[in-house]
């Protein structure tokens, strides 16, 4: 009897809901629609180079449920811009629904060809959604920035196939910068005229130069990078005011910070390089050396947000000043398998989130005579959020282990005496650690870093034990700090000469 009641009970309920006019859809009459932005601002994108997806909420604040008689953008099907209404793609819609009190998103995209548009570098490239028509008209205005670039990819060919360098024993997507592109003409000079754009691994041939000047800006899509052949080299000589950058090409502000967006740079076997005043960010390993012919220099070179490795340095012969890493996944300097190396000035921190990282990593493989060690560390920073900010494997062979740090900040902390005391971790011992500053805790010789969320890695006038602390004759060398400012007659520790810590 309980059941029949209910069964009855139910039946009633479904015969009244039916009876319902709930979907009576009145005209909108322009005045229930509210919108959560009047303008959507797309971040800048490159021409051509599909943008990132955007949304504005459509908002019924009537009691009735209307019905939009049309959606569309002003420019019609030649605009640039995309919609999609109640999952719907396309640039007009009519007749779409919305429930009393109830909201639609609409999400909005972008794709422009600048020179469709203007001969200008940047463009602001707006267009409308228009609701409604006539006296009930109502729109949200649609805006971003569009620049010209110059695009760099491998070649299509009439079979379907793609351009492919043999590196190694296998083929990967790239193709060779030529001197003489039908459509970019000298592929291997890049200047600050307009931003380069990489698809693909653009490599440097055996035997020529790629020359980037002053302030070029270099932009790499996911799985792409540069890469040198043998005898092959790359000379990039930034200024202070105008550094050269390498970086992904998502260009919103979100991706700003984020690792792994590209692959990196290859200096490989037998070839060369110099970077004078550059920044490398957001790649998988920055700078990869491997067993170049002559010693590349790095000079005033900030590597940062690095998915594995900011330097990953292997048989290689560097000589580097005020270089600057942090925020790597592995390691901000990782030198594998031995090689030749003089750093003086450096700092190299890491304050990757997440553990199983430290600022400086040092092995020479199988301890050979191949995989000999020669680093010599001066007036440097090693320091991370990291206990153990420096981690030395020497191999079975310690008479090809030869390093020094001299007049250098180093944290380690041994956490759990989880390292023995004597070679490599004797750091009483002069012969490897003369003059060091040796962090074994958290209140001892602390950099007091300026901002390292934002990789402002200068140290501050807090750091007491570290300014003035370098040896002067090793600051000879490096006159000038990274940021351009003179370290003598009084040199601080690091890449920075210190600042204030308060300053804006």
Same mark, same amino acid.
């Given at each position: ?37 009047? &303008?959507?601002?797309?971040? &800048? ?322 301890? &050979? ?122 040199a601080d520790i690091g890449a920075y000469q210190h600042i204030s810590s308060t300053q804006d």
């Open positions: 009897m309980k059941f029949l009641y209910q069964l009855v009970f139910l039946f009633v309920i479904v015969s009244l809901a039916s009876c319902r006019d709930d979907f009576h859809f009145e005209p909108s009459s322009g005045s229930e629609l509210r919108f959560s932005k009047d &303008t959507v601002y797309l971040d &800048t994108v490159f021409s051509n180079i599909g943008s990132s997806t955007y949304n504005l909420k459509v908002y019924n604040k009537s009691n009735k449920d209307i019905k939009i008689p049309s959606i569309r953008l002003s420019k019609g099907e030649n605009s640039g811009f995309r919609l999609m209404v109640d999952g719907m793609a396309g640039k007009s819609f009519e007749n779409v629904e919305l429930l009393a009190h109830d909201s639609l998103f609409i999400f909005v995209e972008t794709t422009v060809d600048i020179k469709q548009q203007t001969q200008d570098k940047e463009f602001l490239y707006t267009d409308e959604i228009l609701f409604q028509s006539g006296a009930n008209q109502q729109k949200v205005n649609l805006v971003t920035l569009v620049r010209d670039a110059v695009f760099l990819y491998p070649q299509r060919f009439q079979d379907g196939s793609y351009e492919s360098l043999q590196f190694g024993d296998q083929k990967i997507y790239g193709f060779f910068l030529d001197e003489n592109d039908a459509v970019n003409g000298n592929e291997l000079e890049w200047t600050n005229d307009k931003p380069y754009v990489i698809y693909g691994y653009a490599a440097v041939a055996p035997g020529k130069t790629l020359q980037i000047t002053e302030g070029a800006e270099v932009h790499f899509h996911a799985g792409s990078g540069l890469v040198t052949f043998s005898d092959a080299a790359i000379k990039a000589e930034g200024t202070v005011g105008k550094p050269i950058i390498f970086q992904g090409d998502r260009l919103e502000p979100s991706y700003e910070n984020v690792p792994g967006q590209w692959e990196g740079i290859w200096i490989s076997v037998d070839s060369n390089a110099s970077f004078n005043n550059a920044i490398i960010k957001n790649a998988k390993d920055g700078l990869f050396i491997n067993k170049n012919k002559l010693p590349v220099t790095l000079n005033n070179l900030q590597v940062y947000n690095c998915e594995s490795n900011g330097l990953l340095l292997q048989v290689a012969n560097v000589v580097g000043k005020n270089i600057v890493t942090n925020n790597c996944g592995l390691a901000g300097l990782n030198i594998h398998l031995g090689g030749t190396y003089d750093f003086t000035h450096c700092t190299f921190a890491n304050y990757w989130a997440r553990q199983n990282q430290t600022a400086v990593v040092i092995n020479n493989g199988n301890a &050979t005579n191949e995989f000999a060690l020669q680093a010599y560390f001066k007036n440097s920073i090693v320091y991370g959020n990291a206990n153990e900010s420096l981690l030395l494997n020497p191999g079975a062979k310690q008479t090809n282990f030869n390093f020094k740090f001299e007049n250098c900040l180093i944290k380690f902390f041994n956490t759990g005496n989880r390292f023995t005391t004597d070679f490599p971790y004797n750091f009483e011992n002069a012969a490897y650690y003369p003059g060091i500053l040796l962090a074994k805790n958290f209140s001892e010789h602390l950099p007091y870093f300026f901002n390292t969320q934002k990789n402002e890695m200068m140290i501050t006038d807090k750091a007491s034990t570290l300014i003035g602390a370098a040896n002067p004759v090793f600051a000879q060398s490096a006159p000038l700090d990274i940021a351009g400012k003179s370290r003598i007659p009084s």
